[in-house]
């Protein structure tokens, strides 16, 4: 589960308000490289199909399906100016085979 720091749910809580006609927070992470990711952090109408929903303290998030193991136990922060990730055990990447024939 993400958890998000009161901070954080309250900026987000404002954005809602500020967007009436959108309900959901989706989040997704992708890769940057080998050692840095990218979290988009949207506000939607309806979660998509695939989405893992869950309700958060009067929040409804939606997490990509790709991000889900991702995510989990990590803690949404807001620094007063952008979002940070914290994750006290993030998960080891795919280790993969390298064999040369």
Same mark, same amino acid.
């Given at each position: 589960?993400?958890?998000?720091?009161?901070?954080?749910?309250?900026v987000l !809580?404002? &954005?809602?308000?500020?967007?009436?006609?959108?309900? $959901?927070? @989706?989040?997704?992470?992708?890769? %940057?490289?080998?050692?840095?990711?990218?979290?988009?952090?949207s506000l939607?109408h309806t979660?998509?199909?695939?989405?893992?929903?869950?309700?958060? !303290?009067? &929040?409804?998030?939606?997490?990509?399906?790709?991000? $889900?193991? @991702?995510?989990?136990?990590?803690? %949404?922060?807001?620094?007063?100016?952008?979002?940070?990730?914290?994750?006290?055990?993030?998960?080891?990447?795919?280790?993969?085979?390298?064999?040369?024939?």
């Amino acid at each position: 589960m993400l958890i998000i720091s009161p901070t954080a749910r309250g900026v987000l !809580q404002n &954005l809602l308000r500020e967007h009436p006609e959108e309900r $959901v927070v @989706r989040f997704a992470v992708k890769d %940057l490289d080998e050692q840095r990711i990218a979290i988009n952090i949207s506000l939607e109408h309806t979660p998509q199909p695939e989405d893992l929903v869950q309700e958060n !303290q009067g &929040l409804t998030l939606a997490i990509a399906p790709d991000s $889900v193991s @991702r995510l989990d136990g990590a803690t %949404l922060e807001y620094t007063g100016t952008a979002f940070r990730l914290e994750h006290p055990n993030p998960p080891l990447r795919e280790l993969r085979l390298i064999s040369a024939n």
